[in-house]
């Protein structure tokens, strides 16, 4: 890994920056200590001016981001809101939030690259050596069957997501192995496998089903206790339908249901919620920025943090590097982003380098700069009390502002 300094701004520039800034801004956030010294405080004023700038403007009602370099987190400051509905309630650093497509990266794909790594299944192994109905791409007399890797790439060419979710729960009631069913038999093959790329959360919910029919356990169970717990991460779970949220946790809501209450504690992928009743392979993690910055350390530092270890080097290596199997133009590595039509929130100058990245829906997201080791985590319930805002501007911004620290 190479090792960068962090660069240090004008004075001139910080004295613009705190002259256009409006008061009001000011007064709603004051600059944090750094964690670290040296960390440059006009870098941590863009931020915070950013993150004020798109709550003023009603991107979300509030965030948490946290910036790491190596082993240390540098920057973590909560802004705004978590809650408007019922009740207006303060932001905190140790807010939960419900992570939505983040929980791909952060729990299916780890446990599929531990299973991986262990010999139990593989790359290339065919999905229907797991769900033996599974159906192939078939087109013109050619036949090309799905792999572990076209699941992992979003190159599969399987339907994007479950179309009339309220009928299906009312067909697959008491019977949830009918979903896969249906993927399996029903869903339609959109194109030639590795050759696309068309983003599906029904690819990380076939990889749940392979997951457990080899560990013989719930994706949500497996991920706790080889991934959080391992890491120490104590503030991260999926919550389940019947799942108790724990006295001491500050959770985040999300979208306000036409009951009139939000969401608190239960998924709001309605995918994961409805039909996978919260454990689910395309959404269901709730964590904090703390929490994710330590995954984030364990990734940069080739599977360990401190003498925690989740994968080997050479299984993150895998992981983070888009497979030579596939068609250059799918720009997806294993269950992350590096240069797809999605990877715009790597911004402009961190692309220069080794970069992966996710989103999620909600309003989350992860950027990692692996050459620099420098991780970008923003959090937000973007979709409380409505599903309105747009993160395109804030999270492609975040990142050209935290390049700014690194070295090119």
């Not at 192939?136 to 699941?151: F, K, Q």
């Not at 500050?250 to 009139?260: Q, Y």
């Not at 992928?269 to 364990?298: E, H, Q, V």
Request: contains cysteine; charged residues 20%; aromatic residues 8%.
């Amino acid at each position: 890994m190479k090792h960068y300094l962090i660069n240090l701004w004008s004075l001139s520039l910080l004295i613009q920056i705190f002259i256009f800034v409006p008061a009001c801004s000011k007064e709603k956030s004051e600059l944090i200590e750094p964690y670290l010294d040296g960390f440059d405080s006009t870098i941590a004023y863009s931020i915070d001016t950013l993150i004020l700038s798109s709550i003023n403007k009603d991107v979300f009602p509030g965030a948490v981001v946290s910036v790491v370099q190596g082993n240390e987190i540098i920057y973590l400051k909560a802004f705004g809101n978590r809650s408007l509905v019922p009740d207006t309630l303060p932001m905190t650093e140790n807010t939960v939030f419900d992570i939505a497509s983040l929980s791909k990266c952060i729990g299916t794909t780890p446990a599929v690259m531990q299973l991986i790594e262990k010999g139990e299944m593989s790359l290339n192994d065919k999905v229907n050596k797991y769900i033996p109905d599974f159906k192939p791409w078939i087109s013109n007399g050619d036949t090309v069957d799905i792999t572990i890797l076209h699941l992992l790439t979003h190159s599969s060419g399987l339907d994007s997501y479950i179309s009339n979710i309220k009928a299906c729960a009312k067909r697959f009631d008491g019977h949830p192995e009918l979903l896969i069913d249906k993927i399996a038999t029903e869903s339609k093959r959109n194109f030639k496998p590795g050759t696309k790329f068309l983003y599906s959360c029904l690819n990380f919910i076939i990889l749940q089903n392979i997951v457990e029919k080899i560990t013989g356990e719930r994706l949500c169970d497996y991920v706790q206790k080889n991934i959080f717990d391992v890491l120490q991460m104590k503030n991260s779970c999926y919550f389940t339908t019947n799942d108790t949220i724990p006295a001491d946790w500050i959770i985040a809501p999300t979208e306000v249901m036409p009951d009139g209450v939000p969401l608190l504690g239960r998924v709001h992928d309605p995918l994961a919620r409805i039909l996978k009743n919260g454990n689910s392979g395309n959404a269901g993690i709730f964590s904090t920025a703390k929490d994710l910055s330590l995954f984030c350390m364990a990734i940069m530092n080739e599977g360990t943090y401190e003498d925690h270890q989740i994968l080997k080097a050479e299984t993150v290596d895998m992981m983070v590097n888009k497979p030579f199997e596939n068609d250059s133009v799918i720009g997806r590595a294993l269950g992350w982003d590096v240069s797809s039509s999605h990877s715009h929130i790597i911004g402009d100058k961190l692309s220069q380098h080794c970069c992966i990245c996710h989103t999620g829906y909600a309003g989350t997201s992860i950027v990692m700069d692996l050459d620099a080791r420098v991780a970008i985590i923003l959090l937000t319930n973007r979709v409380h009390p409505k599903d309105t805002g747009s993160l395109k501007y804030t999270r492609k911004e975040l990142s050209n502002i935290v390049s700014k620290m690194i070295e090119f």
